[in-house]
């Protein structure tokens, strides 16, 4: 066996135990104690949510506008929200001009929190704050970035090419999550990105 | 028959006209080409938002968070939401501070969309920026935020009184509605308010 196939094999093992060792799976509801795995759930399992910036147009009011996102491959988000955006919409002007912004998701839309009001503590919800920037384009973040968002959001590969979509992430600063009575659950940035897969791990080596 | 029987008889038949003619309705979505109807339809149709404020806590960044919210009682709305918040949390404490603010809904949630993208300008979305005021307490307005909160989110009666929940509006200044290709449909607040039932009409005398 030459240095190639040690590499190799070297390389699927480091990526098979980083990946049986932490084993990130978001697809049903952490318990509320866990507030990192209740964020990373609510980040990986919206397809959807609100992305807050300063208005340019209505003198620097914060401007909340729908928007799809994606962490990652399904049910393997890596927390990092990735966005499709042209700057034919405000939040893309507005993000050249001042890059601070949030992105706000509900446990709403996945469906679990039943009958309990979406303003209910116990119906998560995480607000994660930060810049929101251009990716740079030819990189291999930008290849995850496509990968994140088209194989969540099959039809943005049509969208139109005059439009000019770029990708666009948020670099996360404040993580404010409610899922439970008690306030905000305090967590810090590593934390959040703590949880890990070989995707995450390969992003890391950028 | 006295004065005030005829008042009251007036008054009823003034109502009714009221409601005959233009005879709100906004259980069905409306026509993409009437953007009016569309977003009243969102906001009567939705019960929950992100309320976006100007935050205090993280150096003036724009601060989502995930609201209940009502524009009237169920299938009634007036077009104005009104919220009930509490300064425990951050939403409320930075309006005191700074009044400006966006609410923002989709339709996603509604359930029209179908499998359309929630950023796909056929699934409408719609920013409300205004200002988000106190309703000032022991007048009829305050009357009517509770009757339209509490209609449709029955479990606010019951939440803790030591929170010291308080009822919000925001004050409608800028409509930004996407419902069809094109960006966004342009329209006044005059437009927005214009559809109205004997309820909003009420409302209006105060």
Redo the contacts between chains.
């Keep these: 066996m030459n240095f190639k196939g040690v590499y190799y094999i070297c390389f699927v093992f480091l990526i098979g135990s980083l990946e049986a060792s932490v084993g990130v799976d978001y697809t049903s509801k952490p318990d509320p104690k866990d507030g990192v795995a209740t964020a990373r759930w609510l980040a990986s399992q919206n ?9 340019i147009e ?1 003198g ?9 996102f994606s962490d990652g491959l399904p049910d393997k988000g890596c927390g990092i929200p990735y966005f ?1 955006l042209t700057t ?1 919409d ?1 939040t893309a002007r507005n993000a050249l001009k001042d890059e ?7 446990e ?2 996945i469906g679990s929190c039943g009958k ?5 503590p116990t119906c998560a ?1 995480l ?1 994660l ?1 930060g810049k929101l920037m251009l990716v740079t384009e030819n990189t291999t973040e930008v290849e995850f970035a496509a990968s994140a968002l088209f194989s969540k ?1 099959a ?2 590969k049509g969208w139109p090419q005059d439009h000019k979509f770029q990708f666009y992430k948020l670099d996360i ?2 993580i ?1 999550l409610v899922d439970w009575f008690g ?1 905000r659950k305090p967590m810090t940035l590593a934390q959040y990105l703590q949880p890990s897969n070989q995707q995450c791990e390969l992003k890391k080596l950028w």
Tied chains: 1, 2.
Excluded at 60 to 68: E, H, K, L, R, T
Aim: proline share 9%; charged share 15%.
């Design positions: 397809n959807w949510g609100v992305l807050s910036t300063i208005s209505l620097g009011a914060p401007f909340g506008n729908v928007v799809s499709y034919l405000p601070r912004a949030s992105l706000t998701l509900s709403s839309p309990t009001d979406p303003e209910n919800k607000t704050t959001h039809e943005m600063e404040d404010f306030g």
